[in-house]
Nanobody, 120 residues
């Protein structure tokens, strides 16, 4: 059994900051990419940021310069530091990991989602 557990969402005023965390646990052999997606009401889920096991990062244009993704491989944890938040950042944020589980094998795994609300 593998699971991703997120924390750190909440309500913040525009211009504020939040830090999301996501820890992977269970029968994990290796983790390739980890990242964050978000889905706002009535919109499709979109990639926010991702980081590979080699620390290469990728960001959505809308968050470049404001969000920073980082990863602690020893803890199987990925973080998303979100600064200068805007109301349009309001969404449910989902942690994602592409990993090799010891029993199930290679696949994509998702967290349960954490709400981020930015008030104007």
């Amino acid at each position: 059994q593998v699971q991703l557990v997120e924390s750190g969402g909440g309500l913040v005023q525009a211009g504020g900051s939040l830090r999301l965390s996501c820890a992977a646990s269970g029968s994990i052999f290796s983790i390739n990419a980890m990242g964050w997606y978000r889905q706002a009401p009535g919109k499709q889920r979109e990639l926010v940021a991702a980081v590979t096991s080699g620390a290469s990062t990728n960001y959505a244009d809308s968050v470049k310069g404001r969000f920073t993704i980082s990863r602690d491989n020893a803890k199987n944890t990925v973080y998303l530091q979100m600064n200068s938040l805007k109301p349009e950042d309001t969404a449910v944020y989902y942690c994602h990991a592409h990993m090799v589980a010891t029993v199930i094998g290679t696949g994509d795994y998702w967290g349960q989602g954490t709400q981020v609300t930015v008030s104007s």
